[in-house]
């Protein structure tokens, strides 16, 4: 007679490798897959019912940003909720680590973390190397487990601050020496933000010599490009071109076309991913199911006035003339920078913040409400909240949307992190996976169901390097995620981003149930994962 500690009996295996999903009964001992196939006999500690139900792999979010907020709310329940099993963070350019204290207020303020919790600051601070960071991880009751790549843009502000120009001889050798101490501490790679300071004052040759390190380690680049609108095209052949040039495999983050005058342009960035991938290239891309974005409110200002870090910003913004010309440079139809009001329009973009009066409106509501012109509307909102506010932008279309979905080298991502249960901010941080597989696949035919499951963990896995997950195999990780096909839903609005999903029956990280009936009640099984 066998025995187990978990046997799923009766679910529709749909095991990540895009194959027909397959009636079989699942025994897990310890933290790993022990049997697939069909039980006539065996003793559990617990025995669970999957009849008319899927069977999935562990969902991997191939982009996260829980980096600060684990520290505040380690079960990251609102991943866990929604199946993610595995979530990959350091995304866009930030990680925690590396620090140096010359610059760490200007990381500080740059994360948008408050003074408020000293004790956690003072840790930080300390936080030299990527390793530090990690160990620091290990003791916490993690719910899902959590992989990390190092950000281009904290070494960067380690090493030189927010400077605007070509990092000297030395000062690129000392940002190549942290990438490879990340990467032997068992980071998964290098990313970029690219429309970010100080991202955006990074030339290509300068990526190119840092992935060099990275792909010596077997590691990727993962990059929000430099524009994701009128210059989209251009951007993604220089994320192909650092590939191309470094040996890197490259991961196009949150691949999107925004601002209406470029929709339709996901035809020429994906034919570029298709042409780079015959010539060899390795070349994939992330995305979330929503028509907005979000980051912060500042990054509307141009990049030549965060030289210096926040405070410096705010300076400029304060300053009648700066003020002024700031302005003008919005309005112009400049193409050398992400130009966020100019593409969205400040009708579309709207702020969260913890101002009751404002939280939720669009910055041409506030305009309105305060009779203010729209972009003065916009920088005093910026300096009443010292630069800290976020906001939601309204800029995508749904036929390039379902494009990107369905491209074989896409896989899903949330680009959220650690939400308050309470507030929280855009949807995709609770209901990316559910939407996916609720929306897309049963009530659209966006994708086949197994397709969907391929993008959500065994693509991941490949293109992570995470090499016991992703698949339903004998020997792999006990991740797993039962639903319900014709339940599943994200109920996540932009008005209650937190509202619960449904039909997530249970999710089982590293052997242990961790989510039953849509509700995390796990006991931390989740583990600190290094390449």
């Not at 410096?312 to 700066?322: E, I, N, Q, S």
């Amino acid at each position: 007679m066998q025995k187990f500690d978990i046997l799923i009996k009766n679910g529709r295996v749909v095991d990540g490798t895009s194959n027909p999903g397959y009636l079989s009964d699942i025994g897990i001992s310890g933290d790993k897959i022990k049997y697939i196939g069909r039980v006539k006999e065996a003793e559990a500690k617990e025995i669970i019912d999957a009849r008319g139900l899927i069977v999935a792999p562990g969902f991997i979010d191939m982009h996260g940003h829980s980096d600060g907020g684990i520290y505040e709310d380690s079960s990251i329940f609102n991943m866990i909720e929604q199946g993610i099993t595995t979530e990959i963070s350091g995304m866009c350019g930030f990680s925690v680590a590396p620090v140096s204290e010359t610059y760490f207020e200007q990381l500080r303020r740059y994360a948008g973390v408050g003074e408020s919790d000293s004790n956690l600051i003072e840790k930080w601070k300390k936080m030299s190397s990527f390793k530090h960071y990690l160990d620091s991880l290990e003791d916490l009751p993690l719910g899902p487990n959590v992989a990390f790549y190092v950000g281009h843009g904290t070494i960067r502000i380690a090493v030189m601050g927010f400077e605007d120009r070509k990092p000297t001889a030395d000062e690129l050798n000392k940002m190549k020496d942290l990438v490879e101490d990340a990467m032997e501490s068992g980071a998964l790679g290098l990313t970029t933000g690219l429309i970010y300071p100080p991202g955006v004052y990074a030339d290509k040759k300068e990526i190119i010599e840092l992935c060099k390190v990275v792909a010596k380690y077997g590691g990727s680049y993962a990059s929000h490009i430099r524009n994701e609108s009128h210059s989209v095209v251009e951007a993604v052949k220089e994320a192909i071109d650092i590939g191309r040039h470094s040996g890197v495999p490259v991961i196009i983050s949150h691949h999107k076309i925004a601002g209406k005058a470029n929709w339709g342009l996901s035809t020429e960035t994906l034919a570029l991913i298709e042409d780079a991938n015959r010539e060899g290239i390795d070349v994939a891309l992330d995305q979330y199911p929503y028509k907005a974005g979000s980051t912060g409110l500042k990054a509307t200002i141009p990049p030549k006035y965060h030289i210096g870090g926040t405070e410096a910003l705010l300076k400029r913004l304060k300053d009648p003339a700066t003020r002024l010309q700031i302005k003008k440079d919005i309005m112009q139809d400049d193409r050398t920078w992400e130009n966020l009001a100019y593409s969205c329009g400040l009708d579309n973009i709207m702020v969260f913040c913890d101002i009751p009066d404002v939280n939720g409106k669009t910055v041409a509501d506030y305009a309105s409400l305060t009779e203010k012109e729209g972009l003065d509307a916009l920088i005093d909102l910026l300096i009443e909240t010292k630069a800290d506010a976020g906001a939601v932008y309204f800029m995508m279309d749904e036929i390039d949307i379902e494009r990107i979905m369905q491209n074989p080298y896409t896989m899903i991502g949330t680009d959220g992190g650690v939400v308050d249960k309470k507030s929280g901010n855009h949807p995709r941080a609770v209901g990316t996976f559910p939407k996916v597989l609720g929306q897309y696949v049963r009530e659209r035919k966006v994708l086949r169901l197994e397709d969907a499951i391929r993008k959500m963990t065994s693509l991941p896995a490949q293109k992570a390097g995470l090499k016991a997950k992703g698949l339903i195999k004998e020997g792999f990780d006990a991740d797993l995620v039962i639903f319900n096909p014709e339940t599943i839903i994200d109920r996540a609005t932009y008005q209650e981003p937190t509202l619960k999903n449904e039909g997530l029956n249970y999710v089982i990280v590293n052997g242990k149930v961790a989510v039953k009936d849509n509700k995390y009640i796990g006991v931390g099984s989740g583990k600190v994962i290094r390449l």
